[in-house]
C-alpha cells in the first residue's frame, strides 16, 4: 500500500499561474483534506471532503478551489497563484471524521510562488 | 475554532534528557493526537487520547490527557538524536460546524544533540 500519495512534490510558479496539486489515497478512507502548513503556525485546513461528492470549506480557502473526483482522489486547485501562497502543501485521509478522526498526510508539496 | 497552544516552540537539548511538551486550550476536546513529524516529511500519528486523565506509553514517550479534556502532555524519557523532529498537537473538534475536524497546534521543534 501507498498510503497517501501526492504530486508534485516541488513546483515553482509566478504570480497569475495556475496549477492543480493531485493527491490519491488507496485505504479507503471516505474523508479527505487539504492542509498548509507555514513556518510557526502548524497546518491550517484549507478544505475538506467528508464524503466522496462532498466538499466543504475549512479555515484558510481563499485563493483555492478542490474536487473529489472519486473516492481516491481529492485534487487542490490554485486559479491565480499569489506569492501569499508560498506554502507547504499536504493531503490527508480518514477512514472518517467524528470524534477520532485519525489522519494520515502524504509527503507534501513544496509551493514557491515568485 | 477552537485555539491550542503548544509550548515551547522550540526545545534543544543533549542526549539522555528528559522534556515535556504542552498542548493547551480553553475548550473541550473530544480527543487529542500527536503528531512527529520529520524534514520533508507529512505528519505521522503517534497516540490519540480519549478519556480524561487517560495516560498512554510508547516506548520512552508517555502522553497525558488532562482531566477536563482540555489540555494535554508529551513526555520523552532519556531523548535520543533520533527522536528530533516537529511535535504537532491536534484536537479533534467536540461540537458544532467544526466538529470531527482537526485544530493544531502550531508545533515544537525538538532537536536532540549527540
Known amino acids: 500500500n501507498a498510503g497517501v500519495t501526492q504530486t508534485p512534490k516541488f513546483q515553482v510558479l509566478k504570480t497569475g499561474q495556475s496549477m492543480t496539486l493531485q493527491c490519491a489515497q488507496d485505504?479507503?478512507?471516505?474523508?479527505m483534506y487539504w492542509y498548509r502548513q507555514d513556518p510557526g503556525m502548524g497546518l491550517r485546513l484549507i478544505y475538506y471532503s467528508a464524503s466522496e461528492g462532498t466538499t466543504d470549506k475549512g479555515e484558510v480557502p481563499n485563493g483555492y478551489n478542490v474536487s473529489r473526483l472519486n473516492k481516491r482522489e481529492f485534487s487542490l486547485r490554485l486559479e491565480s497563484a499569489a506569492p501569499s501562497q508560498t506554502s507547504v502543501y499536504f493531503c490527508?485521509?480518514?477512514?472518517?471524521?467524528?470524534?477520532?478522526?485519525?489522519?494520515?498526510f502524504g509527503p507534501g508539496t513544496r509551493l514557491t510562488v515568485l | 475554532t477552537q485555539l491550542l497552544e503548544q509550548s515551547p516552540q522550540f526545545l534543544s537539548i543533549q542526549e539522555g534528557e528528559n522534556l515535556t511538551v504542552y498542548c493547551n486550550s480553553s475548550s473541550v476536546f473530544s480527543s487529542l493526537q500527536w503528531y512527529r513529524q520529520e524534514p520533508g516529511e507529512g505528519p505521522v500519528l503517534l497516540v490519540t487520547v480519549v478519556t480524561g486523565g487517560e495516560v498512554k506509553k510508547l516506548k520512552r514517550l508517555t502522553f497525558q490527557f488532562g482531566d477536563a479534556r482540555k489540555d494535554s502532555s508529551l513526555h520523552i524519557t532519556a531523548a535520543q538524536p533520533g527522536d528530533t523532529g516537529l511535535y504537532l498537537c491536534?484536537?479533534?473538534?467536540?461540537?458544532?460546524?467544526?466538529?470531527?475536524?482537526?485544530?493544531f497546534g502550531q508545533g515544537t521543534i525538538l532537536t536532540v544533540h549527540p
Open positions: 491536534a484536537a479533534v473538534n467536540a461540537g458544532g460546524t467544526s466538529y470531527g475536524k482537526l485544530t
Open positions: 490527508a485521509s480518514s477512514a472518517a471524521g467524528g470524534g477520532w478522526n485519525e489522519q494520515f
Open positions: 485505504m479507503n478512507h471516505n474523508s
